[in-house]
């Protein structure tokens, strides 16, 4: 029962700090293959952090999973403390959820983490989950760390026109390569038209869009690589849904 006041404490504390404490966000960062058993029902989980950052003593943090092909992947695992630091590696110790549930290396442990004075765009609220976008190269659009420290405006409309850029490319050199693949839109705004004509009309608002259903909707994402042509092309087809 405990650990279940402690989740509600947790999520009561994030609300809290969004209401009145601007200086912190909530961040996720991806725990190592290191995991050593304390008991039954409890790991010591290690995150390690780039040079410069840092994380407090007996911080706390939640676990959660990360997507791999199944939706039950996603699902809360479990709830710690930060009990040890060494270095530029964090160790805490995190109660499982459920006997029955496993941490895997890339799971996401979620905590409070002080907030710089950047452009608070789209693309940070993406690195906030730990989400990676990629050109179709698998060229990353962004570092999911240093982000936090140096971000602006232009920064962040670079970002957006290269994607742009990169979901045009894409889209037209499939309809040249593989035009079995341009199916019919069934659902959405684009309803009727073929993807791959939609990805080489794709502009900025278009991306946008996508780039709000995601930070609303991040359980899929989070963690994760992402090539933003696949990614876009598979929420187009998905009938292009956006937060209400």
């Not at 092909?69 to 060494?86: A, H, P, S, V, Y």
């Not at 799971?107 to 989950?129: C, E, R, V």
């Amino acid at each position: 029962m405990r650990i279940y006041v402690l989740i509600a404490v947790f999520f009561f504390q994030q609300q809290t700090f969004a209401q009145t404490n601007p200086a912190k966000i909530k961040r996720g960062f991806p725990i190592t293959s290191y995991m050593v058993a304390l008991n039954d029902t409890t790991q010591l989980l290690q995150i390690e952090l780039p040079e410069g950052l840092k994380m407090e003593d007996k911080q706390v943090g939640i676990v959660q999973g990360v997507y791999h092909g199944n939706r039950g992947d996603t699902i809360r695992k479990g709830i710690g403390r930060c009990q040890l630091i060494k270095g530029n590696y964090y160790y805490f110790s995190t109660k499982q959820l459920s006997p029955d549930i496993k941490f895997n290396e890339g799971d996401l442990i979620y905590t409070m983490m002080p907030k710089n004075d950047i452009y608070d765009g789209q693309i940070p609220k993406l690195a906030s989950d730990f989400i990676l976008l990629q050109d179709v190269y698998e060229n990353q659009l962004y570092d999911r760390y240093t982000i936090f420290y140096k971000w602006t405006k232009e920064m962040e409309d670079a970002v957006i026109d290269s994607c742009v850029a990169d979901v045009k490319f894409t889209g037209g050199y499939f309809l040249g390569e593989n035009p079995d693949a341009n199916v019919v839109i069934d659902s959405g705004p684009y309803k009727g038209k073929k993807v791959f004509a939609v990805m080489m009309e794709t502009n900025a608002s278009m991306i946008r869009d996508f780039l709000s259903y995601v930070i609303v909707r991040p359980r899929l994402y989070a963690g994760n690589k992402w090539k933003i042509s696949e990614v876009f092309a598979t929420w187009l087809t998905g009938g292009a849904p956006v937060p209400l």
